[in-house]
């Protein structure tokens, strides 16, 4: 199994910074395109951030400007710098990963618990 554990969420004032981690961890062949998703109370789970295991990088419109995906190949992390906070982005952040299981010769789509981002005053 491929387990993917997210951290770095809280709350925090508007204007502020969070920095968010996932690490993915377990008998993992291979990583393909890791993701964060959120999801605000009563809304459907919206992408935030896309990242392939090359390195290049998408993010919604809603974000760009903002919010910075990276990742660390080597420690099977992926992070998410989010700057300039508002009180719309507050939602359960999901990490997402596309991976291949050891044994195994597709690939499947994981996520993680997800971690709460508030933006209050």
């Known amino acids: 199994q491929v387990q993917l554990v997210e951290s770095g969420g809280g709350l925090v004032q508007p204007g502020g910074s969070l920095r968010l981690s996932c690490v993915a961890s377990?008998?993992?062949?291979?990583?393909?395109?890791m993701g964060w998703y959120r999801q605000a109370p009563g809304k459907q789970r919206e992408l935030v951030a896309l990242?392939?295991?090359?390195?290049?990088?998408n993010s919604a419109d809603s974000v760009k400007g903002r919010f910075t995906i990276s990742r660390d190949n080597a420690k099977n992390t992926v992070y998410l710098q989010m700057n300039s906070l508002k009180p719309e982005d507050t939602a359960v952040y999901y990490c997402?990963?596309?991976?291949?299981?050891?044994?195994?010769?597709?690939?499947?789509?994981?996520w993680g618990q997800g971690t709460q981002v508030t933006v209050s005053s």
């Open positions: 377990g008998s993992i062949f291979r990583l393909y395109t």
């Open positions: 997402n990963a596309n991976a291949v299981q050891s044994g195994a010769t597709m690939s499947q789509r994981y």
């Open positions: 990242i392939t295991s090359g390195g290049s990088a």
